[in-house]
């Protein structure tokens, strides 16, 4: 019997394929702005594999992002990796028992929102931006990831976890 913990080849597999599919399809869908199937995918990612393995391919993304985007820095970094990251606890802990492709469709606005307005902690304290200019700046493209993360979540949960569950019947991952 292996450890709770300990994560088998086929764990690396996975978390390094679905790690490129979250940086590819950003890329991917980079011409249109803040259209991305990236909050769909973590809460995927958070519901089917649980918080560590989706801790690491959140991990993995967010470095490949930055250096592929120069954006891996102290302004933006942490603030994408807290953004990100709340997906998988928060599914864990306060809305573990959410499962409806409603209810998830609903929280990823409440994950886009909350992603969005984090930004706004560099903006104005390491960029110096004016923070109502700044809001009324971004409220397009948090409009646009509101609406492409509540489509893309209510349109591709249910097929999506159906998937899943089909392909991954004969393994306990």
Known sequence: MRPLKQIRIYDIVLIALFSAVLFIQEQ???FIPNVQLTIFLIILFSKKLGVLKTFLII???VIIDGLFTSSLGIIYTPFIFIGLLIIPITLHTIFKKISSTIALSLLSVLYAVIYSWLFLI???YILHVDPVTYIIADIPFQLLLASS???STLALYKPSSNLFDMLMIDKKI
Do not use: A, G
């Open 28 to 30: 991917f869908l980079t």
């Open 59 to 61: 991990i993995i993304h």
């Open 122 to 124: 560099p903006f104005v």
């Open 149 to 151: 993360s509540f489509m």
